[in-house]
């Protein structure tokens, strides 16, 4: 069975090697392809050395108009996304392709995201990622998953189309729940992952939070954008509590994350004002 990879890149090809080292030593032995997709990057190096890899551009901005292009290139049966910043656990292949064909071929298969840092001393933007991090096993449990790490049966694509070009963030929730109306499943394969940085910097976090909030307040249904917008003014309280109650963190770093995402709330409140004013959405 051949498997397809896709990553899309946007001015992050300094941070590909180490995915490309960690694909170089996947424990599986099937033969899989590997599609990479520059996003309108500055600058583009050459040919990586470790694979014969596909390198494509999609010049539509956006990550999931990059994987959309990068499909029409994918021969693999499976198709599996992961991101520039992330690096897969030696068996993160030949987990997913065990989930694969365990289930009926026709379900979505969302692996572990790990929030890693290696820093002495974390800044308050670590902690509260490492706090808040990708729970991608909640989200599997709401209907859901992110393109960090989730693969993804061709046929589904066959049957419900692609990913919305249109967003610069929630295609992939937007995506497993089209998929799931169409009577196709989704699974949290535990043992799948990928480990994925924890943000340094204030900038980094805000700048993250102002593109979901732009595929919350601008994408999708009017009523998909209510709820949000509604979410939105509401404090971030549960989030609060699940840092109070987190055992990664002790009793001064949690008082650094909660401070850290009552200022996040505020860019929130912000950005929403902004797009609801008619600000482009931020695809950063």
């Given at each position: 069975?051949?498997?397809?990879?896709?990553?899309?890149?946007?001015?992050?090809?300094?941070?590909?090697?180490?995915?490309?080292?960690?694909?170089?030593?996947?424990?599986?032995?099937?033969?899989?392809?590997?599609?990479i997709i520059d996003n309108g990057s500055d600058d583009v190096p050459?040919?990586?050395?470790?694979?014969?890899?596909?390198?494509?551009?999609?010049?539509?901005?956006?990550?999931?108009?990059?994987?959309?292009?990068?499909?029409?290139?994918?021969?693999?049966?499976?198709?599996?996304?992961?991101?520039?910043?992330?690096?897969?656990?030696?068996?993160?292949?030949?987990?997913?392709?065990?989930?694969?064909?365990?289930?009926?071929?026709?379900?979505?298969?969302?692996?572990?995201?790990?929030?890693?840092?290696?820093?002495?001393?974390?800044?308050?933007?670590?902690?509260?990622?490492?706090?808040?991090?990708?729970?991608?096993?909640?989200?599997?449990?709401?209907?859901?998953?992110?393109?960090?790490?989730?693969?993804?049966?061709?046929?589904?694509?066959?049957?419900?189309?692609?990913?919305?070009?249109?967003?610069?963030?929630?295609?992939?929730?937007?995506?497993?729940?089209?998929?799931?109306?169409?009577?196709?499943?989704?699974?949290?394969?535990?043992?799948?992952?990928?480990?994925?940085p924890a943000r340094k910097t204030w900038d980094e976090y805000a700048?993250?939070?102002?593109?979901?909030?732009?595929?919350?307040?601008?994408?999708?249904?009017?009523?998909?954008?209510?709820?949000?917008?509604?979410?939105?003014?509401?404090?971030?309280?549960?989030?609060?509590?699940?840092?109070?109650?987190?055992?990664?963190?002790?009793?001064?770093?949690?008082?650094?994350?909660?401070?850290?995402?009552?200022?996040?709330?505020?860019?929130?409140?912000?950005?929403?004002?902004?797009?609801?004013?008619?600000?482009?959405?931020?695809?950063?």
């Amino acid at each position: 069975m051949l498997v397809t990879l896709i990553i899309p890149v946007f001015n992050q090809w300094h941070l590909l090697t180490e995915t490309l080292k960690s694909l170089s030593e996947q424990s599986c032995e099937n033969k899989f392809e590997l599609i990479i997709i520059d996003n309108g990057s500055d600058d583009v190096p050459e040919k990586d050395e470790f694979f014969d890899t596909t390198i494509v551009e999609c010049n539509k901005p956006g990550s999931y108009a990059a994987r959309n292009f990068g499909l029409k290139h994918a021969s693999g049966e499976l198709i599996i996304f992961t991101d520039a910043d992330c690096s897969p656990d030696r068996e993160w292949i030949e987990q997913m392709i065990s989930a694969y064909e365990k289930s009926n071929k026709k379900t979505l298969i969302a692996g572990n995201v790990v929030i890693s840092t290696d820093s002495k001393y974390p800044s308050s933007a670590e902690l509260y990622d490492i706090a808040a991090g990708l729970p991608q096993e909640r989200y599997v449990s709401k209907g859901y998953a992110v393109t960090a790490n989730l693969a993804i049966p061709k046929v589904v694509f066959d049957k419900i189309g692609l990913f919305d070009d249109t967003r610069f963030s929630g295609g992939d929730a937007d995506f497993c729940q089209r998929a799931l109306n169409a009577g196709f499943e989704l699974k949290f394969v535990p043992g799948a992952v990928v480990y994925h940085p924890a943000r340094k910097t204030w900038d980094e976090y805000a700048t993250k939070v102002r593109r979901m909030k732009g595929g919350q307040i601008r994408a999708g249904k009017l009523s998909r954008r209510l709820k949000y917008f509604s979410i939105t003014l509401v404090p971030p309280v549960w989030r609060i509590w699940r840092t109070v109650k987190s055992d990664k963190l002790t009793v001064r770093e949690k008082s650094r994350v909660i401070w850290f995402q009552i200022r996040l709330w505020g860019v929130e409140l912000s950005e929403t004002m902004c797009l609801l004013l008619g600000k482009t959405p931020e695809r950063r």
